[in-house]
């Protein structure tokens, strides 16, 4: 993971985390997740986290069970440190967080606030919060993206992917396309980033031949 001198280290990884339960939603060691805080009880889990090292854990409800009340959570989430913060007129904080590491809940405390505190498991993701540099099959990546982001309506720059660090480029396609939760849980489940862009690639590619937008043919110009 592309390291800051704010980022924590193993040993400053929290024993209590507040979870944020978001089906859909995924965020991933070294991405940026935007998120605009509403509800009470989030407004409530931002301000904890604020004063308690600006750490969040983004979890998944489990398929079907959606995000009202206390769904049952999968097992694996990815921790993120608040490192932008503003208040609105209207009552929101808008946050962006930085993916650091991924945790396993070992278990959950009975409620004592508005939000839900998980105790993290963090011993399977130390590897996490190391420098490292996953090897991607950029140009296959390349090629699956195209057909798939035209079929989605979806522009981008393939000059800038074709040049961007591989745990970033990695990072932010996973997070930003339009897969379901159980693929976007697998994603965050892979071994390491490597392993990640291998399923990455897979999903993508699965999916432009499912919707039937695979090109036939030599690419065109």
Known sequence: MSGSAFDPSFDDLPSRLPVFPLTGVLLLPGGRLPLNIFEPRYLAMTRHALGHGQMIGMIQPQD??????????????CMGRITE??????????INLKGCARFDVASEPPRANLFRIVEPDWRR???????????????????????YFRRRGIDADFAAIAKAPAER?????AM????????????????????????????????????????AGPARH
């Open 64 to 77: 079907g069970a959606g995000d009202v009340g206390n769904p049952p959570l999968y097992r694996t989430g």
């Open 85 to 94: 913060f503003q208040e609105t007129d209207d009552g929101r904080y808008l």
């Open 125 to 147: 993701y130390a590897g996490d919060l190391e420098e490292t540099e996953p090897e991607i099959e950029r140009d296959r990546l390349v090629a699956a993206l195209k057909p």
């Open 169 to 173: 480029l990695v990072a932010s396609l």
């Open 176 to 215: 930003m396309c339009p897969f379901e939760p159980r693929e976007k849980q697998a994603l965050l489940e892979a071994a390491d980033a490597t392993a990640r862009s291998q399923l990455l690639v897979t999903l993508i590619e699965m999916a432009t031949v499912s919707s039937g937008g695979g090109d």
